[in-house]
């Protein structure tokens, strides 16, 4: 997202001015370009234009060749002040479409500021370096679709991506991480360790899951329900598709109709296929008196969800309009609701670093402008998850007008191997659900009493979280985790005996076995083991079959070891238990 003007910092600064020399040349190449904004963001700088032919990586390099020598001439930017009907004609002049629509939406009593250097002007509000020369290391990475101001309604434009730092050598170090970052795509190695693929004839950002990523969900899946049953959470499960009277009782159908996906039963009456599961489970809870003694009730579901997003945000595993979520719902009383938030939290952390992340952000989100419930009830549940973190001596950063409609959250994002930041649990207090299905306990006193919910996902999405993995681990998943965990790899045709029966002997001890054993060479078989990423390749001949032994070679080391099989159980059973 594009930060205000007024939180620029120096490299912001940089950015921004960077992307005023990107227009400048691409004004100079294409006379015809019309400007949408360019402002910097994380990482690098944007400007959105549009153009009568695509831009291929050719143009790129002459945009960056025509930058090289804007910055060369180290021509000053100078702001200017102008009324705002000069403003509206020179840009008229410009046939600057986009920048008009701009201006028309400042008052008429206003002054326009615009920033001239090397005899390109430009509407902006800055801030910008002193002159071009500043900028000493720049690079435009690639070229993306981009609806103009977001919304598909409008003309489709064409938004370059670059970047810009103080030094080549912060340029370089950049540079090298997004190699890295693209070498650990998780689309790319989706495709290549056979693990999903998405259809089009089928469905934008519709899933399926090949054996191996069926494998990966199921034991991310089976480990978040074992360590549920493990904390008392009672498994529940919903219709996929409600009334649309109950989605108007939860708000959703006000505040989040456009990202359903609603149809028209038999009868004439409008469902909604669920995009969350809490009305579900608000349901259940009603289908009994519960009392003081029952709570906390804590109701856990994998739900299968649908949501209608847009399909210029689909994103692989990442970005999805059906998917799991590991979904719970807390029914507390307010003595109790501290105490569960902290439970939860901890629950939380041990998921994560189970799965192998160490490093967090936390944010705590407040009350948005379209929400629901009265300030008293959101000062009350913000208080309860600002205590919970700050008892715990957590560092987060506070996400004002953040949280989700029905009640203040803290989101968890966690950091993977390259520093990267994703999205994945959340806790958000909620006072106004209970309110809105007359959800009631019998207290101590035997007066009927309003619930409090905590409605809280640990992986948040399934998919984006095996998405997350997929990048963290580079496709080389933990022996634990690994769809694949051993490939026997019998030397010729007369070891195919011996490895079938050190296969079944694996997979009797829980083990996931390939054999490998098709008519390619050996050093091909070993070569597809490899690429597949199997954390222990087993290479069994004649010495291995007499002494019943396995010659181990590890994923990403070329070291070899013989081991007794007892033995190498032994060493496969310890990862497992210790989730290495």
């Known amino acids: 997202m594009a930060k205000k003007h007024t939180d620029y910092n120096e490299l912001d600064t940089l950015r921004h001015s960077c992307a005023h020399v990107m227009a400048h040349a691409l004004k100079d190449l294409f006379p015809t370009a019309k400007f949408g904004v360019g402002p910097p963001v994380e990482n690098g700088f944007y400007y959105d234009v549009e153009l009568q032919d695509r831009l291929t990586d050719e143009d790129l390099q002459n945009i960056e060749k025509r930058m090289a020598e804007i910055i060369k001439e180290n021509q000053p930017f100078e702001k200017k002040s102008i009324p705002r009907r000069e403003a509206l004609e020179y840009f008229k002049e410009k046939g600057e479409d986009y920048k008009l629509e701009i201006i028309s939406q400042v008052a008429e009593s206003d002054e326009i500021s615009v920033y001239q250097e090397g005899g390109f002007t430009d509407l902006c509000r800055g801030p910008h370096v002193q002159s071009s020369g500043e900028i000493k290391a720049f690079k435009l990475l690639n070229v993306a679709g981009a609806y103009w101001r977001g919304d598909e309604r409008n003309p489709m434009m064409q938004r370059i991506y670059g970047t810009a730092f103080f030094s080549q050598k912060e340029l370089d170090a950049y540079l090298r991480a997004v190699e890295e970052a693209q070498r650990r795509d998780h689309r790319k190695l989706g495709k290549e360790l056979d693990l999903y693929s998405i259809h089009e004839q089928a469905g934008q950002g519709l899933i399926f ?82 009392s003081y003694r029952d709570l906390p009730l804590r109701f856990f579901e994998m739900g299968n969800v649908c949501r209608n997003e847009k399909s210029g945000t689909l994103h692989g595993l990442l970005r999805v309009r059906n998917f799991t979520q590991d979904d719970a719902h807390i029914f507390c009383m307010p003595e109790q609701l501290e105490s569960e938030i902290s439970s939860v939290l901890d629950f939380m952390f041990f998921v994560l670093e189970s799965f192998g992340f160490k490093n967090f952000e936390i944010n705590l989100s407040t009350r948005p402008k379209e929400s629901i419930g009265s300030d008293e009830i959101w000062e009350k549940a913000t208080a309860a998850l600002r205590n919970a973190l700050e008892k715990k001596n957590l560092q987060y950063d506070v996400e004002p007008e953040g949280g989700a409609f029905y009640g203040p959250k803290i989101d968890i994002k966690i950091k993977d191997a390259l520093g990267r930041a994703w999205q994945c649990s959340t806790i958000q207090c909620d006072f106004a659900l209970p309110e809105k299905f007359e959800l009631e306990y019998v207290s101590s006193g035997g007066t009927p009493e309003r619930p409090i919910v905590l409605h809280r996902a640990i992986l948040g999405s399934v998919e984006r979280f095996m998405g997350t993995l997929v990048e963290h681990f580079a496709g080389a998943f933990p022996f634990w985790l690994a769809p694949v965990q051993l490939s026997l790899i019998p030397v010729s045709e007369k070891h195919h005996d011996y490895a079938h029966k050190t296969s079944a002997v694996l997979k009797e001890k829980g083990f996931r076995v390939a054999v490998q054993d098709s008519n390619d060479t050996l050093s091909k078989r070993i070569r597809t083991g490899q690429k597949g990423k199997i954390p222990y390749l087993l290479v069994v001949g004649d010495k291995e079959a007499e002494s019943g032994t396995v010659n181990v070679r590890p994923y990403g080391s070329k070291d070899q070891s013989v081991y007794n099989l007892e033995d190498f159980i032994s060493h496969c059973q310890a990862q497992t238990a210790s989730r290495q």
Request: net charge positive.
């Open 209 to 290: 899951f090949h054996p191996k990523g069926a494998m990966l969900r199921y034991l991310i899946e089976d480990f978040i329900r074992t360590e549920h049953l493990r904390r008392s959470y009672l498994f529940v499960m919903g219709p996929q598709i409600l009334k649309a009277d109950i989605w108007k009782i939860s708000g959703h159908y006000d505040y989040y109709k456009e990202n359903m996906f609603l149809l028209e039963a038999e009868d004439g009456r409008e469902y909604g296929i669920k995009p969350m599961n809490c009305p579900g489970h608000m349901m259940i809870y009603k289908t009994q008196i519960r």
